[in-house]
């Protein structure tokens, strides 16, 4: 009930062009513009009850998932269940600044999907929210404190690490990962000291032929950054760090192969990543490989059974078949399927530099049950296939932030039923403690998808508060919080004060003739923050 609720309020809603990456059948709406009036503009928040028994609520991390969850807890159907007093919700996060991968992820020269930050904003900007950044779970305050001052936490920290393949020579120079390049490009601090750039600009400068295992919309994104024109690239927010790089030493490197394990049908990534390449004339996938006659029979069946998206899917593949001749300082971006990699090799003349890489050629395997999708197994037939770079993209990785969250370290999850994170062993629930995004359902998903994720949560946290599990017993959450962090010496930063170093980042990136130039040290970031 609650559910379908969400889900009509959110189709009529505004949010925005995020939609183009997500599924077709929900309906955009034109970005209504607001005007952020709220008291987070001086930092205090005159409306934000701390002294009434309002539900506390503490969201940690503020990427799609922990503003989905805070806009679904505000919103009329929840205010129906909780009563007359307004719930109170404060979002901590380990940077100075919102947003998740939605700053720190999402291509550079998708600007569109990054609209969603309005929507952000809005939240952000209610009466009854608090945002505190630069504060981490596990390092500034612990899971235990939290569940002491407030009466519900909501873990949305996402992935900020990554699965390995743990095969022979991974540690070899030059096999990096997707979601470090990313990271650094898109101004992430942790990525953005100058050892990452000056290792980014000799890996560059030095590579012909670059390698990118898997095939799923990060790697296109990596690919199409490396492929496309560094010029093209100018009006966007990639760093002025890594434009240099880009600008001054790819002009080597040629080609860019993207690696799957299993066949075309079976890609990870999505029409409009590809369509992308085909508009760059710079896609090329052998005939043998997807055209209709070659495809093997459990491809065709799926293909089948899956109907129009993803026939679509294939016909587009299908037109990159011809070699294209490349524009001006593009380079060549080769898919190629059935190929799984068993063993990174170094190259000849530097026993520390990556080489070549070996690769086992596979065949796809049908589930015996029908219900998953068909995997890749090994044919024992091998092939070598020479580079000089390699970027993992086989997906981002949870972490345990705290000892005290119920983790699941095979999965990569937090321990949970239907968002309620739960002890492994008895399944309880361990009391007001819920999950979403990523770190609840693994590292995979669009913006849009938060959106759903983020309704069973806040299900379960309704379902609790009317069946008696879940109560307002906490007073003053967050005002005790912050003198929490006050007496810890901990520098925290409020809306307002983020307000102002985002600011500071489209003036600088007005006077270069981009959407913004971030700040890329957060001491720095801080000192804008505080003037
Ligand atoms: P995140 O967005 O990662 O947010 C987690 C937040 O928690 C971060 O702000 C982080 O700093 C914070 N945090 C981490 N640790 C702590 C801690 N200890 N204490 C406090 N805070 C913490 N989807 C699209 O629809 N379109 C796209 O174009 C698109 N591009 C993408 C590109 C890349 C490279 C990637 C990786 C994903 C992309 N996605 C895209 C998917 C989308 O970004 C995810 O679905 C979404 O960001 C997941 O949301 P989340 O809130 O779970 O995690
Ligand atoms: P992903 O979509 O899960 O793709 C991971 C890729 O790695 C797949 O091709 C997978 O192959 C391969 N892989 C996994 N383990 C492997 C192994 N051991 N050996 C070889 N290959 C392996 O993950 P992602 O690209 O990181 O994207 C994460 C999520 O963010 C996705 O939902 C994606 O759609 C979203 N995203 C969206 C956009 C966008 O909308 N523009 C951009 C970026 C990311 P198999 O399929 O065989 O497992």
């Known amino acids: 009930m609650l559910r379908r609720h969400f889900a009509r309020s959110y189709a009529s809603s505004s949010l925005s062009s995020y939609c183009l990456s997500a599924s077709k059948n929900h309906k955009c709406h034109p970005i209504k513009k607001h005007i952020l009036t709220s008291s987070y503009e001086t930092g205090h928040n005159a409306f934000f009850n701390s002294n009434t028994r309002n539900l506390s609520v503490c969201v940690v991390g503020s990427g799609p998932a922990g503003f989905y969850t805070a806009k679904q807890l505000l919103g009329k159907e929840c205010q129906s269940i909780f009563g007359n007093e307004p719930v109170n919700i404060t979002i901590i996060e380990r940077l100075p600044t919102p947003y998740g991968l939605v700053r720190y992820g999402v291509a550079p020269d998708h600007p569109e999907v990054k609209n969603v930050q309005n929507d952000f904003d809005q939240v952000a900007s209610d009466p009854r929210v608090q945002f505190i950044g630069n504060v981490s779970l596990g390092k500034d305050v612990r899971l235990k404190e939290l569940q002491e001052l407030f009466d519900v936490v909501v873990l949305s920290y996402g992935a900020e690490s990554e699965r390995t393949l743990g095969i022979k020579g991974e540690d070899l120079q030059g096999v990096e ?261 990523w770190l609840k359902r693994g590292p995979s998903g669009v913006i849009l998808s938060n959106i759903y994720d983020a309704e069973e949560t806040v299900e379960s946290i309704t379902n609790d508060f009317s069946s008696g599990a879940l109560s307002r017993s906490k007073n003053d959450a967050h005002t005790k919080l912050v003198s929490k962090l006050q007496e810890k010496n901990i520098s925290y930063v409020n809306f307002g004060q983020y307000k102002k170093l985002e600011q500071f980042e489209v003036n600088e990136g007005q006077k270069m003739g981009k959407i913004r130039e971030k700040v890329l040290h957060v001491p720095e970031m801080l000192n804008i923050c505080f003037k």
Not at 221 to 240: E, F, G, M, Q
Not at 331 to 348: A, Q
Not at 392 to 416: Q, R, T
């Open 177 to 437: 990962s997707a979601r470090e390049f990313v990271a650094w490009y898109n101004g992430l601090p942790s990525h953005t000291k100058e050892h990452t750039a000056e290792k980014f600009k000799n890996l560059v400068q030095s590579s012909k032929n670059a390698v990118i295992i898997g095939q799923g919309n990060v790697a296109l994104d990596v690919a199409r950054i490396l492929a496309r024109p560094v010029s093209t690239l100018k009006p966007y927010d990639v760093t002025s760090q890594a434009m240099h790089v880009l600008e001054n030493f790819n002009s080597n490197l040629k080609h860019i192969l993207v690696v799957g394990r299993r066949g075309p049908v079976q890609i990870a990534a999505t029409t409009k990543e590809l369509r992308e390449l085909i508009k760059l004339n710079c896609l090329y996938a052998d005939p043998t490989q997807i055209q209709d006659e070659y495809l093997d029979e459990i491809s065709k069946e799926q293909l089948h059974k899956e109907g129009r998206v993803k026939q679509r899917l294939i016909q587009l593949l299908q037109t990159a078949v011809v070699k294209p001749s490349l524009p001006d300082n593009t380079k060549l971006v080769e898919l190629v399927f059935f190929r799984s990699p068993v063993e990174f090799l170094p190259k000849k003349d530097d026993p520390s530099r990556i080489g070549s890489i070996k690769f086992e050629i596979t065949k796809l395997e049908k589930d015996p049950n029908g219900d998953l999708e068909p995997k890749a197994v090994g044919t024992g037939i091998f092939e070598e296939i020479e580079c000089d770079l390699v970027f993992k993209s086989i997906g981002y990785k949870s972490v345990n932030v705290d000892p005290e969250i119920p983790f699941d370290l095979k999965k990569g999850v937090v321990v949970n039923e239907h968002g309620r994170v739960v002890n492994p062993q008895t399944k309880h629930s361990i009391g007001g403690v819920y999950v979403c995004g």
